[in-house]
């Protein structure tokens, strides 16, 4: 009956026995032969109808077979652990009645990328906050921090920063920018904007992170929708960082980062501008 579809969806994923609060994953595999499930669909594109990835997990697992664009696996849809309304809401995307937008909010690790022992408190390669950028040679994630994908034909170009170069210690910090959406869509579009900080290089942050979310903003466009004036608030606690005994505001050379950092081939969607804290 499989054969004669159309389209197939494929649910996979963890449960409770195995991520849980005092549950550590030795790897990304998912259980109970779903694995086997994924490669069989992925490795043989022809032998099955197009399918759907739907992973139901609390954070990543080894897809990277059904990530490969050869695959027979045409799309991939994390729902995380959701509520009872979950098949409304992926009926919904499949069928185009809305657009998804959505940003990870976690790095999702490919199987091959060596990480750092979980007891290893320099978090050396682990998270956003602490990936060697650039990641060199080294396998890359498979996806990352803030990633995700819509319907929309809605490539954001950020302009026009406006931000303080100094900020006192304890104090807040305001910014403003421009968005735009070049061209039209069927589709509304919805943007979340995010506001990175990034050390200067050379700073002396001992193990703090290298670059770090300090605030969102979500943009809606209507249909049509053009040019948007966007501004975003960052609170004094988000630009904390550990000074050995407290967290506190360090002084020094900050760069602040504002739109899509990880995607390496959007130029236009990043906004970028030197500040000190003082």
């Keep these: ?15 409770q026995l195995v991520e849980a609060e005092n549950t550590d994953r030795r790897n990304l595999s998912l259980p109970s032969g779903q694995d086997r499930l ?34 027979g696996i045409r799309a991939i849809l994390w729902c995380g652990f959701p509520a009872q309304e979950v098949g409304v809401a992926v009926a919904a995307v499949l069928t185009g009645e809305m657009s998804p937008f959505a940003s990870l909010p976690f790095t999702w690790y490919s199987p091959d990328q060596p990480l750092s022992s979980i007891t290893n408190y320099t978090l050396a390669n682990m998270t956003y906050r602490f990936l060697d950028e650039p990641v060199g040679s080294a396998p890359r994630p498979l996806y990352r921090f803030g990633q995700g994908l819509t319907f929309a034909a809605c490539r954001v170009q950020l302009s026009e920063l406006s931000a303080p170069v100094r900020v006192a210690r304890g104090a807040a910090l305001d910014l403003a920018f421009s968005a735009s959406i070049p061209g039209s869509s069927e589709y509304s579009c919805l943007y979340s904007a995010k506001a990175y900080l990034r050390p200067a290089p050379g700073s002396r942050i001992g193990r703090n992170p290298r670059v ?42 900050y760069e602040l980062l504002i739109g899509d950092y ?17």
């Design 1 to 15: 009956a499989a054969r004669m579809s159309d389209l197939l969806l494929v649910a996979v994923g963890t449960g």
């Design 38 to 71: 994924v490669r069989s669909l992925a490795e043989s594109p022809g032998r099955w109808p197009p399918a759907v990835l739907l992973i139901f997990s609390g954070g990543p697992v080894d897809i990277q077979l059904a990530a490969d664009p050869r695959s």
């Design 212 to 253: 770090w979310l300090v605030a969102m903003r979500l943009i809606a466009w209507q249909r049509g929708g053009r040019l948007q004036q966007v501004r975003m608030h960052v609170l004094p606690e988000d630009m904390q960082l550990w000074n050995g005994s407290a967290m506190s505001a360090l002084a020094g050379d």
């Design 262 to 278: 990880f995607d390496d081939g959007c130029a236009h969607c990043r906004l970028r501008q030197k500040f000190s804290i003082v």
